[in-house]
């Protein structure tokens, strides 16, 4: 069973695991997975083709998957994947690469 704070908008098409945690004015894109016993403390913002992975903790007023900083960023398809036994803290920002970056072609 998931708990879900009244004020956190969570978009039709986003997939929540098992015993998923969402705090207060948190944001859930359409096109994001979180996995099993993940938590997600206030004012988080998490959108794109993002996946987390299982048993992540989010700190508060962090943003994830938003499109790249790169500036060669065209609006090409990108994913930011997260794995398992995470911790990320505070305003953090995880944003997916594109394709010229450390494992481009």
Not at 33 to 47: K, M, P, Q, V, W
Not at 72 to 95: A, C, H, M, S, W
């Amino acid at each position: 069973m998931c708990t879900i704070h009244k004020t956190a908008i969570i978009e039709d098409g986003a997939i929540l695991g098992d015993n998923v945690s969402i705090a207060a004015f948190v944001y859930i894109g359409n096109k994001v997975r979180i996995g099993d016993n993940t938590s997600i403390a206030s004012h988080t913002l998490i959108e794109g083709d993002t996946t987390i992975g299982k048993n992540n903790r989010i700190f508060s007023h962090a943003t994830i998957g938003s499109i790249p900083q790169d500036l060669k960023y065209n609006g090409e398809k990108v994913q930011l994947i997260i794995g398992d036994n995470n911790t990320i803290r505070e305003f953090t920002l995880l944003n997916p690469g594109t394709k010229g970056g450390w494992f481009g072609d």
